[in-house]
């Protein structure tokens, strides 16, 4: 993984510095609140529902184990002992004392990291394929082109101030998995006739209240000029975009309102002038990057199959959790293992001081003391050696860390919703919490098979809800928490937005509603099938039928989405 140079370090520790001096004017009153808002925001701090929130970079979602343990430090030290990995591969702490900040800020700076541009009106963490590196179809390791961008961004003079948020993702694989069809600029590998590197570009993507998949600009992108083409685009939305107006101040909106193509055209046009300037890639500068991602000293271990593997246990607990949370890898022998932050009775995501102390120890021994997060907001050890799953497995249920239920409906992307953020509408937790009550079985979630289920406080869309098969959302209906449900989302290769299905539900009806579809589900599916893909073949009236079965006016609720 990327390691700071003098620069950086001098970087990240002068910006400590800088936040400490602001902080002390603001708590002595000699900063407003009004003038020291945007500076806590430039570090990543938020005034949430019940205390200060610190949003942590972890950059294209790459952890050291010395790095875990010393969040899992600050999360004890400065927090209650339990941190949030977020669906932008972050951690967020949500009972921080603002003076406290800038020392735990000092903590994780001699640890080579920061809260820098993890909010406010700028470019973004970058993320990236939690697969990064290992994955068999990949074209080309994203990681070293992710901390380009990385670096290019950070404290750029003419993006520190942009109409809005700024997000980019870059995949390298064939099967995208880091969603990049819904980023401000999304990002993918190729490789063109003559096996020259280049990227894909998509603009115009996002969430949020106007839900929007990308827009292709271009289909091959040379690599030297990955830098440039982003400055042209981001010029041009930083020219263009509309600042007066909060909701409407993404680059979206924009690409909507004058068109891809026009959009494009302005991108070219500014490109012309900085084309060839001083951002262009040279050989040797992605060369230095990139020999930062050099692969590990990998053994040759024979290659096992999963069956076989398990055969040797005939242990049904460690069956399944070899089938949902182990995953192919490109060096023969080795195996990608995902730590489950889904684990029944805890809010998904959160993961306490004592499992990032274990899954550090995990990583050390058994992963060359490197994680990932991914934006499912799960834990992954990137290089298990086959012959280690079964201890690995062990440990990791001694933990809490073993659910075998990845790609499964209990593998819920969650906001922290109304618990925490202050501009939620509704509480998301007890939703996921009542959910994974209901499907406590877990025989149950390997019949009903993949399912993405998120769930979002509000349109902020934090939860992913749009790219759920089945998302919900929370809306405040006449001061009261209600809940929309979408259905048909799907993020990779084929990203959609989902579709509501009809007004709000209580929140004491979501389980229900979510039985009675998975039930209507079961017995119309073809074999295999998903539910994403038996929905996008049914259609939505036989699961609006299942949710509204037991209500007198469901004939009412189809296209009533506007009444929420």
């Known amino acids: 993984m990327y390691h700071y140079d003098a620069t950086d370090k001098a970087i990240v520790h002068a910006r400590v510095k800088q936040f400490r001096g602001q902080t002390e004017r603001y708590l002595s009153g000699q900063l407003s609140e009004d003038e020291f808002r945007p500076l806590r925001l430039q570090n990543g701090l938020y005034i949430q529902r019940h205390a200060p929130m610190l949003r942590i970079a972890i950059p294209y979602g790459l952890l050291s184990s010395t790095q875990l343990r010393a969040l899992a430090d600050v999360t004890g030290r400065y927090d209650r002992g339990t941190g949030h990995f977020t669906t932008r591969q972050n951690l967020q702490l949500n009972w921080i004392e603002l003076a406290t900040v800038p020392d735990l800020l000092e903590q994780l700076a001699d640890v080579e990291m920061h809260a820098i541009q993890t909010s406010g009106n700028c470019i973004r963490n970058i993320t990236t394929d939690h697969f990064a590196g290992i994955a068999a179809d990949e074209i080309a390791d994203p990681r070293p082109w992710a901390e380009v961008l990385r670096q290019w961004s950070t404290f750029h003079p003419e993006f520190a101030y942009l109409p809005r948020k700024f997000k980019v993702a870059i995949s390298g694989s064939l099967d995208d998995r880091a969603a990049i069809r819904v980023h401000d600029l999304g990002l993918q590998l190729v490789k063109n006739d003559a096996g020259e590197i280049g990227f894909t570009v998509y603009a115009g993507g996002g969430l949020g209240r106007t839900p929007l998949i990308g827009h292709k600009l271009r289909d091959f992108l040379p690599w030297q000029h990955l830098l440039t083409y982003s400055e042209a685009l981001v010029r041009v939305y930083n020219r263009y975009g509309r600042r007066e107006n909060p909701y409407k101040a993404r680059i979206k909106i924009l690409v909507k309102a004058i068109g ?135 440990r990791a249920k001694a933990a809490g860390l073993a659910s075998a239920n990845i790609g499964l409906l209990a593998d819920m992307i969650v906001c922290p919703g109304g618990d925490f953020c202050s501009l939620a509408n509704a509480k998301s937790l007890p939703i996921a919490a009542a959910i994974h009550e209901r499907f406590a079985d877990l025989d149950y979630l390997f019949d009903i098979g993949d399912l993405e289920l998120n769930i979002s406080g509000c349109m902020n869309s934090c939860g992913h809800h749009h790219l759920g098969a089945i998302g919900i959302l929370g809306v405040d209906k006449h001061g009261e928490e209600w809940y929309q449900i979408t259905l048909g989302g799907a993020q990779g290769n084929e990203a959609r937005i989902g579709e509501v299905i009809g007004r709000s539900f209580a929140a004491a009806e979501i389980p229900d509603v979510i039985e009675r579809m998975i039930t209507t589900y079961l017995a119309h599916r073809h074999s295999d099938e998903p539910f994403g893909d038996a929905v996008a073949r049914l259609g939505l009236q036989p699961f609006r039928e299942a949710a509204y079965r037991k209500d007198p006016s469901a004939e009412k609720t189809a296209g009533d989405a506007a009444h929420v």
């Open 260 to 394: 891809s193509e026009e959009f494009a055209r302005q991108v070219e046009e500014e490109w012309t002038h900085i084309k060839d300037g001083p951002s262009t890639l040279t050989a040797e500068e992605v060369a230095r990057v990139a020999s930062q991602f050099s692969p590990p000293a990998y053994e040759k271990f024979p290659t096992n199959d999963l069956a076989s593997i398990a055969a040797q246990y005939n242990n049904k607990a460690f069956s399944r959790w070899l089938e949902r949370n182990v995953h192919g890898h490109k060096v023969p022998g080795y195996a990608a293992v995902t730590l489950s932050l889904k684990a029944p009775g805890a809010a998904p995501g959160d993961t306490s001081v004592a499992q990032m102390e274990a899954a550090a120890l995990l990583a050390d021994e058994f992963s060359f003391g490197e994680l990932r997060v991914a934006h499912e907001q799960n834990l992954i050890l990137s290089d298990v050696p086959q012959r280690d799953l079964h201890t690995v497995w062990q």
